[in-house]
């Protein structure tokens, strides 16, 4: 049974950070390419950042890029984002995506308010 569950998202207030997580499983993580999506409230689904099996190589979206850092462990199956300089307009529901597995998480939401 693929699965993949977001965890770490929360409520902060502008300037500070999380980091989330991504534990994947019924599929093999370490040979797969991984991404991260977010969704704002009333908005369409958006790419934040992709990563390679090895972590090697990452691609991070314009509108994160200097704050946002995607990374992963294979030794615990899991990925990770790092989010700093959080800002109100990063307010939505994190998921992430496994092209290989044809996967989403149910997503984990961050909340970012003053």
């Known amino acids: 049974q693929v699965q993949l569950v977001e965890s770490g998202g929360g409520v902060v207030q502008p300037g500070e950070s999380l980091r989330l997580s991504c534990a994947a499983s019924g599929f093999t993580f370490s040979t797969s390419a991984m991404n991260w999506y977010r969704q704002p409230p009333g908005k369409e689904r958006e790419f934040l950042a992709a990563?390679?099996?090895?972590?090697?190589?990452?691609v991070v979206a314009d509108s994160v890029k200097g704050r946002f850092t995607v990374s992963r462990d294979n030794a615990k199956n899991t990925l990770y984002l790092e989010m700093s300089d959080l800002k109100p307009e990063d307010t939505a529901v994190y998921f992430c995506?496994?092209?290989?597995?044809?996967?989403w998480g149910q997503g984990t939401q961050v909340t970012v308010s003053s």
């Open positions: 995506n496994s092209p290989k597995a044809r996967a």
């Open positions: 990563i390679t099996s090895t972590g090697g190589d990452t």
